[in-house]
């Protein structure tokens, strides 16, 4: 009898699956700007103490802004040491410890990274094709031909088709569907608030069965050519269509 335990294989939470499960478009796009998680707010503050040292700005900016600071630091430390748990503090000198690795120089009040190491070929032109994969618009997912024109239009390097449609499957962007119907909103700025004034739905486009796409409202050009807020909403198609 075999009494050896089976242990379950576990499996590997790469970048692109960072990315597909992270809640929002936003979210996305941060993960794959900085290539994994983003910096905690501890870990951002070895950063900010540095442009504080080194800021240009008026002394009494620059008193209020230590104030901010001490106050960020101790609401996110205090409680570690009433707790008497040193994981936030490790994590704290870790990122010091890279702040003085990676710094090199001040001149004229800006901070000089001179020693951060440059990202291999290879992992930046995976990092740009996240993000040019993040950034298509619903008439890039029309169909995979589009998809890639749009990658050769911005100069993103690739392998071959099979490579983009991995990635985005891992990263859980999707083409269009036969039958899914997408509505493109606009809204000009409200110059007071910079918010939207009001959203309009001025365009939407059917996935036809046979591929083509019906377009209402607007052409993609004009769209395009809108100076404002932009949205998009997808219907997607009935399933037993």
Same mark, same amino acid.
């Given at each position: 009898m075999n009494l050896v335990k089976k242990i379950p294989k576990r499996t590997r939470l790469t970048l692109n699956k960072q990315i597909a499960r992270a809640p929002t478009h936003a979210k996305k796009w941060e993960i794959a700007? %900085?290539?994994?998680?983003?910096p905690t707010q501890i870990q951002m503050l070895p950063s900010q103490a540095t442009g504080l040292r080194f800021s240009s700005h008026p002394e009494d900016w620059n008193i209020k802004a230590k104030e901010q600071l001490k106050g960020r630091f101790a609401q996110l430390l205090f409680p570690a040491l009433m707790e008497n748990n040193p $994981?936030?503090?490790?994590?704290?000198?870790? !990122?010091? $410890?890279?702040? #003085?690795r990676e710094v090199t120089r001040f001149d004229n009040g800006l901070v000089l990274y001179g020693r951060r190491?440059?990202?291999? &070929?290879?992992? /930046? !032109?995976?990092? &740009?094709?996240?993000?040019a994969i993040l950034s298509l618009t619903p008439d890039d997912l029309i169909s995979m031909r589009a998809v890639l024109k749009s990658l050769e239009n911005c100069e993103i390097e690739y392998s071959d088709e099979s490579h983009v449609?991995?990635?985005? #499957? /891992?990263?859980?962007?999707?083409?269009?569907?036969?039958?899914?119907t997408v509505y493109l909103r606009f809204s000009e700025f409200d110059l007071h608030?910079?918010?939207?004034? /009001?959203w309009q739905c001025v365009r939407k486009f059917v996935v036809e069965q046979n591929g083509t796409v019906t377009n209402y409202g607007l052409s993609q050009?004009?769209?395009?050519?809108? #100076?404002?807020?932009? $949205? %998009?909403?997808?219907?997607l198609a009935s399933p037993d269509k």
């Open positions: 700007l %900085h290539g994994g998680l983003p $994981a936030p503090f490790l994590e704290l000198l870790e !990122a010091m $410890a890279k702040e #003085r190491p440059k990202p291999p &070929k290879k992992k /930046e !032109a995976g990092r &740009k094709l996240r993000l449609r991995r990635v985005m #499957r /891992e990263m859980d962007i999707h083409l269009l569907k036969p039958g899914d608030t910079g918010e939207p004034k /009001e050009a004009a769209y395009d050519e809108l #100076r404002g807020w932009k $949205a %998009h909403r997808v219907r």
